[in-house]
Every structure is written in structure tokens, then in C-alpha cells.
């Protein structure tokens, strides 16, 4: 089955610094790729999603790469603000399955 | 839409007893989703439905849990009897169309088993 790896496990930035967290996948088969966002008390949310046929995709201030050759899928936060403080989760998968990652911390600092 | 609905949002019980925890998905959505999180093993599939029908109960730990869905509306978690590591976050999500697309998560049961 898919095993996803995430790192790193916390991260700590300034307020307006870029935060990026990485993710490999073991699945070739694998072709659609989340990062969801979850806040203390609640469920993960989708923030973004890339597919396998796209490299690159970016939604405001957030921007994810992937990298099939490698296996390898990535979460760009620019100008973070302390909003954006929660755990992040990336996930693989195809079909009805994904495969979550062990999530991020993210610590942004005022 | 209310979004996913969970109930209870926190559950506390003593080893051994009867658990059920529910789950209404959004009005429309064919797939319904549990998965378990805890801090050492992370988010887990559990099981899930299409059209009311488990399709993959593969993530369901042991024969102590169980998992229904009777309407398109409802879906429920039996743990019985359950045990302290079973204490963990449940969540319920749905989606809308088949393979990967986006799941909606409910906020979640968060299950303490004494």
C-alpha cells in the first residue's frame, strides 16, 4: 500500500516568512495529492489539492509543487501570518483511498 | 449545507462497555468516510461506503468494531467492548464523486475509554 512521509514534524516561523513542508510517496500508482489544514477542535480542511498530470499549483499565498519522478510533493506558505498556525497534513492516494501523513506543526510567531 | 455532523463530540467510557459514535454526511455525497487519528499512528482509514455499501473495511482494527450505514444519511462506529487503546479521535468524512476528490471532514469524536 501507499506510505507517506512528512517532514518536518514542527515547524516555527516569523510572522511574513514562507513555511515549507515536504512529503514523499512510495505509490507510482498514487495520482492525486491534498494538503489539508487542521486547527485544534476540529476536523482537517482542504486548502489545496494537485493531481498528477500538474506540477505545480498555486492558490493565493499557497503553492504546491510535485515532483512524480521523485516522488515528492510540496506545501509553500508565503507571508505566513499567525492565522495560518495549525497542523498540516499532506495525503496521497488514487481512487477512493489517501494515505495521510503524520502532519506538521506549524508555529507562526507575531 | 451544516456540513458533516458527529455526535457525541466527546465520549467518555470504562473498559468494556458499548460505543457508538454517529455520523451524518452532507445531503448528496455518495462516499462516506471513518477514519481514526491518534498521535502515534496518525490519520487511518477505517473503513468506507459508496452508496451505503462497504466497500473497504481493510483499516478496521479488529472484529471489535463495526460499521453501518442504513440510509444515505447515517452512518454509525460500534466499538464492542472497547478497550483504552481505543482512546483516540474519530472522524467522519464524506465526498461527493468517486476516486480522490476532496473529502469533507466532521469536527470529529474525541473517545477516552477509562
Known amino acids: 500500500g501507499e506510505n507517506v512521509e512528512q517532514h518536518p514534524s514542527t515547524l516555527s516561523v516569523q510572522e511574513g516568512d514562507s513555511a515549507v513542508i515536504k512529503c514523499t510517496y512510495s505509490?507510482?500508482?498514487?495520482?492525486?495529492f491534498p494538503w489539508y489544514k487542521q486547527e485544534l477542535g476540529k476536523g482537517p480542511q482542504l486548502i489545496i489539492d494537485?493531481?498528477?498530470?500538474?506540477g505545480e499549483k498555486k492558490d493565493q499565498r499557497i503553492a504546491v509543487t510535485l515532483n512524480k519522478t521523485a516522488k515528492h510533493f510540496s506545501l509553500h506558505i508565503t507571508e505566513t501570518q499567525p492565522e495560518d498556525s495549525a497542523v498540516y497534513f499532506c495525503?496521497?492516494?488514487?481512487?477512493?483511498?489517501?494515505?495521510f501523513g503524520k502532519g506538521t506543526l506549524l508555529t507562526v510567531n507575531p | 449545507d451544516a456540513g458533516v455532523i458527529q455526535s457525541p463530540r466527546h465520549e467518555v467510557t470504562e473498559m468494556g462497555q458499548e460505543v457508538t459514535l454517529r455520523c451524518k454526511p452532507i445531503?448528496?455525497?455518495?462516499?462516506l468516510f471513518w477514519y481514526r487519528q491518534t498521535m502515534m499512528r496518525g490519520l487511518e482509514l477505517l473503513i468506507y461506503?459508496?452508496?451505503?455499501?462497504?466497500?473497504?473495511d481493510s483499516g478496521m482494527p479488529e472484529d471489535r468494531f463495526s460499521a453501518k450505514m442504513p440510509n444515505a444519511s447515517f452512518s454509525t462506529l460500534k466499538i464492542q467492548p472497547s478497550e483504552p487503546r481505543d482512546s483516540a479521535v474519530y472522524f467522519c468524512?464524506?465526498?461527493?464523486?468517486?476516486?480522490?476528490?476532496?473529502?469533507?471532514f466532521g469536527p470529529g469524536t474525541r473517545l477516552t475509554v477509562t
Open positions: 468524512a464524506s465526498s461527493l464523486v468517486p476516486v480522490a476528490y476532496e473529502q469533507y
Open positions: 505509490d507510482s500508482a498514487s495520482n492525486y
Open positions: 494537485i493531481r498528477s498530470n500538474v
Open positions: 495525503a496521497g492516494g488514487s481512487n477512493y483511498k489517501l494515505t
Open positions: 445531503s448528496g455525497h455518495d462516499y
Open positions: 461506503f459508496n452508496n451505503n455499501v462497504p466497500i473497504d
